[in-house]
Each structure stands twice: as structure tokens, then as C-alpha cells.
């Protein structure tokens, strides 16, 4: 059943399967959200004397019906309804009769997908915050565990100067706040109610949109019609670019840990049961595990430029082009879930390597510091980072491995409460 089709009026079977493509398996993630907009809805329309109060009970009794069946995973969307709202209407209209079909009333299916997609990111976007604070705080935690160990800080892939696991470990942790700002455009862009605009000109009933705004918990109305019903794709837009952010921060810290857990470098390991083998290869331990969490981050990386692309030449008003754009960010979400669950899986249970820069071959990262001595002792800086080079480049360099670091945010001082009080206003 179609709630746009007229008596005799069936779509060719190849055309129906290729305009409903994946609906059905999406719209199954935003059932119980659509069941939480028709009832506030119902309430809405009950308020304004649309129904009677006798219609509210039932309408509202039968969709948190609905909503138990999803809890329960008994709800489905059968081939022959197109969509999860065609479907939760034959269930009120089969359950409810007559009453049944007045859910339909000051609403279109444009309205309806749009609150329900606002619901569910608005949702999603909190888990996904609860999980990036929790990261936050674990890579802290492990900052202050291992701010005595150095390790080498590079440029250019070269060697440069001391660095510690400290001071790694909290740069990726104050890069997470640079990402929740992003974060919060894209839920304050979400936390606004589009129910109301119907198919995107509004409705000639006498709505009461402030009352679903209040019921469903949104900060603020989509006030203008037309605009609500352009949010969609700017929507799940400001979302993609909220998970790039953080999954360009991830994929890149995902990179480091793929080089730190090399033969070559060993300043990192991991227990067998986070590594992976080789199928002739008995001695390797490979980074699976971060190599496919750098992949898919680099993968919702490419997102807001998909979303562009989709949305770039669409006036106003909605196009069908839109459809894709549900599964894309429903699909986002969930990998970056997956990916932050195997994060804080994982790192609790990392290995760092003691007295790594001991090794000769790390001399050269202390020619910073030999140099800052000779500026200390009066020489200009210029002149003492010539007659250094003269050293090095006759191999008599030898390095004083005594570092004294004390300016904020130097291996020295890591500042970890100021990063616990700037993420504050996030928790």
C-alpha cells in the first residue's frame, strides 16, 4: 500500500523497487522516532479540536503499541507497504478503523521523514558526544600515566625534537574539543522542529507548531516552511561534517599507532587477542584492528563532499535526489559509533615502550636543545646554530639528554587540567 496511490493506479514493479531502493531497511531505524512525531502530533491536532480527545487515547495508545513492537524487534515493513509511515498507517487503520485515518491530517510524508530524521540524529549526535568525552577522558588518563616516557617528535617524517607519550596522548585529546565544535553546530542545526511545514508550503489548519515543539523536546521551531523543507540535506550535511571532524582527528591518531606498533619504530603493542596474523607469516601482529578504523574514517571523511555533490543544483522544494542522503548519514553513524566502541575498547590495553630515545640513533633530536643552551650563555641564536651545524656535519655532535620543558603545553607541562576545564562546557 502507497499512501499517494489512487484506484487502479499500479507502479511498475521494476520502477517500485527502484524508487523505494533501501527505505524500507532505513526506515526501520527511524520507526520509533516516527512514532514519537505522530504522537505529538495526535496531541497537537487534539489541542486544536482537529479530533476529540476520545481519538487522542486511541491514536496514542496504538502508536506506543508500535513503539513496543519496535523495542521488541517484532516490528517489520512488509514489501507491499513502501515505507515505514505507510505502514504504521495501515496498522492504526486496521487497529482504529476510521479514526486510523486521520493520523495523515496537516502532515506529508516530507514533514514526517524530516522530524523523524531530526529525532534520530538529535539522539545519535548525544551517544556519539558521550563517546568522544569518554575517549577524551581515557586518552588523559593515559597522558598522565606515561608523561615520563619520551618518544621521538617528527617533521617531515625525519627525526626533530623530543616528544613524550604525554604530550601525544593529550594533543589528540584537545584536538576532540576543536571537533565538538563542530558537534554543536550540527546539533543546534538538529535541534530545531521542521514538523508543521507539511510538504514544505505549510497547512490551511489551524496547527499549533509551537505545541509539538515543546512535546518533543526541540530547543526552537523551523519557523519558515519552505525553509524547514530545505533543511533536508543541510540537515545530514552539518552532521557529515561534525563525524569528518572527528574522524579526521581518529584516522590520523589510527596512522600514528599503525607506525608506533612497526618493527622499525616499537614505541607501541598490543596484547595478541587486538592483533591479527598472517596466513603464512607466523611472526606478525597486525594492527587490524586501527588500519580498518583509519579506513573508515577516511571513508566519512569523503561525506560532506557526497552530500554537496547531491544537494549542489536542487531549488527549493523537495526532490526525490534526497532519499539518499538517509542511508548515507544512517550508515556514517553507525561506523563511527563502531569505531569510537573499538577505540575505548582497545587503548586501555596498550603497551608503551620504556627509554626509547636512548637509542644512538636518536642523538640529532637533542640539537634543539644544545643550541637553546649556547643562545642561554649569550650568543645570538644565529650564530650558535651555525657553528652547531659546523658540528653535526663533521659527526662530533654529542647530545645532553637533559631536557627542561616548562612553558604550558610542553613536555613538561601538559596543562591536563586546563584541557579538563576547557571541555567543560561539553559535559
Known amino acids: 500500500m502507497k499512501l499517494w496511490q489512487k484506484k487502479g493506479n499500479n507502479l511498475n514493479e521494476k520502477v517500485d523497487s527502484f524508487t523505494v531502493g533501501k527505505d524500507r531497511e532505513y526506515d526501520m531505524v527511524l520507526a520509533e522516532f516516527d512514532c514519537e512525531a505522530s504522537i505529538a502530533h495526535v496531541k497537537m491536532l487534539g489541542r486544536v479540536g482537529l479530533i476529540n480527545n476520545d481519538e487522542v487515547k486511541k491514536l496514542c495508545l496504538a502508536l506506543d503499541e508500535i513503539k513496543k513492537e519496535i523495542k521488541n524487534k517484532?516490528?517489520?515493513?512488509?514489501?507491499?507497504f513502501e515505507d515505514v509511515h505507510s505502514k504504521i498507517e495501515n496498522f492504526l487503520t486496521k487497529r482504529l478503523g476510521e479514526v486510523g485515518k486521520k493520523v495523515h491530517t496537516a502532515r506529508s510524508r516530507n514533514d514526517q521523514v524530516l522530524v523523524a530524521m531530526h529525532l534520530y540524529v538529535k539522539k545519535e549526535l548525544s551517544e556519539i558526544k558521550t563517546k568522544i568525552i569518554k575517549l577524551f577522558d581515557l586518552l588523559l588518563s593515559l597522558a598522565k600515566k606515561y608523561q615520563d616516557n619520551l618518544l621521538p617528535g617528527y617533521t617531515h617524517l625525519q627525526i626533530a625534537m623530543p616528544s613524550s607519550f604525554g604530550l601525544w596522548f593529550s594533543a589528540y585529546a584537545e584536538c576532540l574539543i576543536d571537533d565538538l565544535y563542530f558537534w554543536q553546530s550540527a546539533y543546534k542545526i538538529t535541534d530545531q522542529n521542521p514538523l508543521g511545514s507539511a510538504a514544505g508550503y505549510g497547512s490551511s489548519f489551524p496547527i499549533d507548531r509551537d505545541l509539538t515543539t515543546k512535546i518533543l523536546g526541540f530547543s526552537e521551531l523551523k519557523i519558515n516552511s519552505v525553509a524547514a523543507q530545505m533543511s533536508r540535506g543541510k540537515l545530514e550535511k552539518s552532521v557529515a561534517i561534525s563525524l569528518s571532524a572527528f574522524g579526521d582527528t581518529l584516522s590520523k591518531f589510527c596512522m600514528d599507532i599503525c607506525l608506533y606498533m612497526g618493527q622499525d619504530y616499537d614505541f607501541i603493542s598490543f596484547p595478541d587477542d587486538l592483533t591479527t596474523g598472517s596466513s603464512i607469516m607466523p611472526h606478525k601482529k597486525n594492527p587490524d584492528l586501527f588500519e580498518l578504523v583509519r579506513a573508515k574514517f577516511n571513508m566519512i571523511k569523503g561525506l560532506p563532499n557526497q552530500l554537496t555533490l547531491l544537494t549542489s543544483n536542487l531549488p527549493s522544494g523537495y526532490h526525490r535526489d534526497l532519499q539518499q542522503a538517509k542511508g548515507a548519514i544512517i550508515e556514517s553513524i553507525n561506523e563511527t559509533k563502531a569505531c569510537l566502541e573499538i577505540l575505548l575498547l582497545s587503548l586501555p590495553k596498550i603497551k608503551v615502550s620504556n627509554n626509547i630515545i636512548d637509542q644512538k640513533k636518536?642523538?640529532?633530536?637533542?640539537?634543539?636543545?644544545?643550541?637553546?643552551k649556547e643562545v642561554l650563555k649569550g650568543k645570538t641564536f644565529r650564530d650558535a646554530y651555525r657553528k652547531l651545524a659546523n658540528v653535526i656535519e663533521k659527526g662530533k655532535f654529542k647530545p645532553d639528554r637533559k631536557l627542561k620543558?616548562?612553558?604550558?603545553?610542553?613536555?613538561?607541562n601538559l596543562a591536563l587540567d586546563k584541557l579538563k576545564e576547557k571541555i567543560k562546557p561539553f559535559l
Open 74 to 80: 517484532n516490528f517489520k515493513i512488509e514489501k507491499e
Open 362 to 372: 636518536y642523538d640529532h633530536l637533542f640539537t634543539v636543545e644544545s643550541l637553546n
Open 405 to 412: 620543558y616548562k612553558h604550558i603545553g610542553s613536555l613538561g
